[in-house]
C-alpha cells in the first residue's frame, strides 16, 4: 500500500495531537506509578530524581507510539524532517514554559489556601488578642509572613529545579525522536 507523502504542517499537526492524546494516557500511568513509588519516602532531592527520570521514559514512549501512529498511512520527504523538527523543539519548549507557569501559580495557590483554611492557626490568632499587645502580634505576624515566605521560596527553588530538569529531559528526547522519524521517510 503507497503510503500518502504529507506536508511539515499535516505531520506536526499529527504529531502534536497524537502526543496530546497518548500524553493524557501516559499521564495517568505515571502518575499511579510515581505516587506509588514515591508514597513512603521522605527525601525531596529523590522524588525529584524518579520524576525527571520516569517522565524522560513517559516522553519517550508517548513520542515513540505518537510518531508510529502517525507514519502508519503517511510519510515525508527527507527534507521536510528538519522543519517537523524545530516545530517539535518549538512545541516542546512552550508546552514546557506553560507547564512550568501553571505549577508555579498551583503551588502558590496551594500554600495561600493551606495557611488560610487551618482552623487551628485562624483558631490560635484569635485568641492572640486577648493574650498579647499588639507589639507581640505584630512580631507575630512578621515572623509568620517570614516562614510563608521561605517556604515559599524553597517550593519556588524545588520547582525551578524540576522544571529545568524535564525541559532539558524532554529536549533530549527529541533527537531520538528524529531517529525515529527517519525511520518513515520517503
Known amino acids: 500500500m503507497e503510503k500518502e507523502i504529507a506536508t511539515t504542517k499535516k505531520i506536526t499537526q499529527s504529531l502534536i495531537g497524537n502526543w496530546l492524546m497518548w500524553g493524557i494516557v501516559f499521564g495517568i500511568i505515571y502518575s499511579i506509578i510515581y505516587n506509588l ?7 525531596t532531592i529523590i522524588k525529584v530524581i524518579i520524576a525527571i527520570v520516569m517522565q524522560g521514559i513517559i516522553a519517550f514512549l508517548i513520542w515513540k507510539v505518537s510518531t508510529k501512529s502517525v507514519f502508519k498511512n503517511k ?6 524532517v528538519s522543519t517537523v523538527m524545530k516545530n517539535l523543539i518549538i512545541f516542546t519548549v ?30 490560635t490568632e ?53 531517529k525515529e522519524i527517519l525511520k518513515y521517510v520517503s
Open 94 to 123: 512552550v508546552i514546557c514554559v506553560i507547564n512550568g507557569i501553571y505549577q508555579f501559580f498551583q503551588v502558590n495557590s496551594t500554600i495561600d489556601n493551606t495557611i488560610n483554611s487551618n482552623f487551628q492557626l485562624k483558631y
Open 75 to 80: 510519510t515525508i520527504s527527507y527534507d521536510d
Open 126 to 178: 484569635n485568641m492572640m488578642s486577648y493574650l498579647y499587645n499588639d507589639k507581640q502580634i505584630a512580631e507575630y505576624n512578621k515572623q509568620k509572613e517570614d516562614a510563608i515566605e521561605k517556604a515559599k521560596r524553597q517550593t519556588y527553588t524545588y520547582l525551578a529545579i524540576i522544571e529545568i530538569g524535564l525541559t532539558a529531559v524532554y529536549l533530549a528526547v527529541l533527537p531520538l525522536e528524529k
Open 37 to 43: 513509588i514515591t508514597l513512603f519516602m521522605e527525601s
